[in-house]
């Protein structure tokens, strides 16, 4: 055999660390080493080799060989039966190394146009992706044109206020606006008019409902929201006809406060607010009620008031209204009316009545006349009146290019009668016109008054 090969018949000289045969007693060096008297035994842990020598391709296969066969036994053990393929969700291995430990989460679901985020170095800070930016509000001046349509002027036999429409047949008003009236008549924003009957009302949180028989398609309405989610600082729109003639005004403002009067909650607001302006709506930046406009401290800056829009919520569905919470107590507020009047505006209220009750007596003289008037035409006038445009024909007494014709002979003191009663009728009205103006009643006011009973005429002031 070899002297390289490993086998029990050789041993390695100590002294020049040759292999010489167990049974030679001189190695080639010259030393004596002896000779082995029992060569099939295995030498001492003296004599052995060291593992380096050892080590061989053929120990290197069987070990090799040894390790695939336990591989295979290993393989074949029986063990539990695995769960079905299908119920067995996908799972993605996540190194939690800190504890040294294999966690197994479900690997969630992507799209298929979905992209795999890079991984995150070890000690990096993972930056959150940004969130979806909010939907934006329209621009105010879109939203007070869309809800503009929505908003009314409500005239009664004592006065103007503002209402807004909730729904196609129905608006919502004060009841200090429509006062003890049944029935009331609204200005559309086109200034169509239509009559409405007060279908309930809540003197208590002074809000009044409106019914309208004949309700117009694609009529805008104003959702009511809540004043309890308003906040202190939050902007708010006021629409209404201000000064009762200028209609579909509008302001802006924040809520100041959420007070209470008695069971009413109210919001306080800076929006400028003036008589006529009542009734309508106080908005918050999206176009809804947040409370319909009541009062206001005259003379005081920025101290207007809106009665909660849950108070009308309630009323319109036939409910009890809600006493909410105060949020902000004012016992200073219960005794604060529907409207605080300063003492020229209780004149002008004052006026505004007195001409009312004036040009009606005037109306029931003027239908008289009328009557009169159309005898004489009759029985002593030949010739054509030009009456385009007027309430009454008799108006062309006061225009000599109206009159285009003769008086029959013998008709001439009828004919001085008739002007003598026109005449007082002109000035009747003349003068309870000039009593209004004296009240402080604005000139759209009067003007509108007089056409309201069919006094008005520029001719008067000839």
């Given at each position: 055999?070899?002297?390289?090969?490993?086998?029990?018949?050789?041993?390695?000289?100590?002294?020049?660390?040759?292999?010489?045969?167990?049974?030679?007693?001189?190695?080639?060096?010259?030393?004596?080493?002896?000779?082995?008297?029992?060569?099939?035994?295995?030498?001492?842990?003296?004599?052995?080799?060291?593992?380096?020598?050892?080590?061989?391709?053929?120990?290197?296969?069987?070990?090799?060989?040894?390790?695939?066969?336990?591989?295979?036994?290993?393989?074949?053990?029986?063990?539990?039966?695995?769960?079905?393929?299908?119920?067995?969700?996908?799972?993605?291995?996540?190194?939690?190394?800190?504890?040294?430990?294999?966690?197994?989460?479900?690997?969630?679901?992507?799209?298929?146009?979905?992209?795999?985020?890079?991984?995150?170095?070890?000690?990096?800070?993972?930056?959150?992706?940004?969130?979806?930016?909010?939907?934006?509000?329209?621009?105010?001046?879109?939203?007070?044109?869309?809800?503009?349509?929505?908003?009314?002027?409500?005239?009664?036999?004592?006065?103007?206020?503002?209402?807004?429409?909730?729904?196609?047949?129905?608006?919502?008003?004060?009841?200090?606006?429509?006062?003890?009236?049944?029935?009331?008549?609204?200005?559309?924003?086109?200034?169509?008019?239509?009559?409405?009957?007060?279908?309930?009302?809540?003197?208590?949180?002074?809000?009044?409902?409106?019914?309208?028989?004949?309700?117009?398609?694609?009529?805008?309405?104003?959702?009511?929201?809540?004043?309890?989610?308003?906040?202190?600082?939050?902007?708010?729109?006021?629409?209404?006809?201000?000064?009762?003639?200028?209609?579909?005004?509008?302001?802006?403002?924040?809520?100041?406060?959420?007070?209470?009067?008695?069971?009413?909650?109210?919001?306080?607001?800076?929006?400028?607010?003036?008589?006529?302006?009542?009734?309508?709506?106080?908005?918050?930046?999206?176009?809804?009620?947040?409370?319909?406009?009541?009062?206001?401290?005259?003379?005081?800056?920025?101290?207007?008031?809106?009665?909660?829009?849950?108070?009308?919520?309630?009323?319109?569905?036939?409910?009890?209204?809600?006493?909410?919470?105060p949020v902000n107590r004012g016992d200073d507020l219960r005794a604060l009316s529907p409207t605080v009047p300063s003492a020229a505006e209780q004149v002008r209220t004052a006026g505004a009545q007195v001409l009312e009750q004036a040009l009606t007596q005037l109306a029931r003289q003027s239908q008289v006349m009328d009557d009169y008037w159309a005898r004489f035409r009759k029985a002593c006038y030949e010739g054509r009146v030009v009456s385009a445009g007027l309430?009454?024909?008799?108006?062309?007494?006061?225009?000599?290019?109206?009159?285009?014709?003769?008086?029959?002979?013998?008709?001439?003191?009828?004919?001085?009668?008739?002007?003598?009663?026109?005449?007082?009728?002109?000035?009747?009205?003349?003068?309870?016109?000039?009593?209004?103006?004296?009240?402080?009643?604005?000139?759209?006011?009067?003007?509108?008054?007089?056409?309201?009973?069919?006094?008005?005429?520029?001719?008067?002031?000839?």
């Amino acid at each position: 055999m070899p002297e390289t090969e490993s086998s029990g018949f050789s041993r390695v000289c100590s002294f020049c660390g040759r292999r010489v045969p167990r049974k030679v007693a001189v190695c080639r060096c010259g030393a004596e080493i002896g000779e082995d008297q029992n060569p099939l035994e295995t030498p001492t842990p003296a004599a052995q080799p060291a593992p380096s020598s050892i080590s061989s391709p053929a120990v290197l296969i069987v070990v090799a060989l040894v390790t695939v066969a336990l591989g295979a036994f290993w393989m074949k053990r029986p063990g539990p039966s695995p769960a079905p393929r299908a119920a067995v969700p996908a799972l993605v291995r996540a190194i939690d190394e800190s504890a040294d430990s294999t966690l197994l989460t479900p690997a969630p679901a992507l799209p298929a146009d979905a992209s795999v985020p890079a991984p995150v170095p070890s000690g990096a800070v993972a930056v959150p992706p940004p969130l979806p930016a909010a939907p934006s509000l329209p621009s105010l001046e879109d939203v007070v044109s869309r809800i503009m349509p929505a908003v009314v002027l409500v005239e009664t036999s004592s006065g103007r206020g503002s209402g807004f429409f909730v729904s196609a047949d129905t608006l919502i008003t004060n009841v200090h606006v429509v006062g003890a009236n049944s029935s009331v008549t609204i200005r559309r924003m086109g200034g169509a008019t239509a009559p409405a009957r007060v279908a309930a009302s809540s003197p208590e949180f002074d809000i009044a409902v409106l019914k309208i028989s004949s309700p117009e398609a694609g009529q805008a309405v104003i959702s009511l929201g809540s004043a309890l989610n308003a906040r202190v600082g939050q902007d708010v729109i006021a629409i209404g006809s201000a000064l009762g003639t200028l209609q579909n005004t509008v302001t802006r403002g924040i809520i100041s406060a959420l007070r209470q009067s008695g069971s009413a909650t109210l919001i306080q607001t800076d929006a400028a607010v003036n008589p006529g302006n009542s009734g309508g709506p106080l908005l918050d930046r999206a176009g809804v009620a947040l409370g319909i406009t009541t009062m206001g401290y005259s003379g005081r800056q920025g101290l207007n008031f809106a009665v909660a829009a849950e108070h009308a919520k309630a009323l319109l569905e036939g409910r009890p209204v809600p006493v909410a919470a105060p949020v902000n107590r004012g016992d200073d507020l219960r005794a604060l009316s529907p409207t605080v009047p300063s003492a020229a505006e209780q004149v002008r209220t004052a006026g505004a009545q007195v001409l009312e009750q004036a040009l009606t007596q005037l109306a029931r003289q003027s239908q008289v006349m009328d009557d009169y008037w159309a005898r004489f035409r009759k029985a002593c006038y030949e010739g054509r009146v030009v009456s385009a445009g007027l309430d009454h024909e008799w108006f062309a007494l006061f225009d000599d290019r109206a009159m285009q014709g003769a008086v029959a002979p013998g008709c001439g003191a009828t004919f001085a009668d008739v002007r003598k009663r026109a005449t007082d009728l002109r000035d009747a009205v003349i003068a309870a016109d000039e009593a209004a103006r004296r009240a402080g009643i604005y000139p759209g006011v009067r003007r509108d008054t007089r056409r309201k009973y069919r006094l008005d005429y520029p001719g008067f002031d000839r």
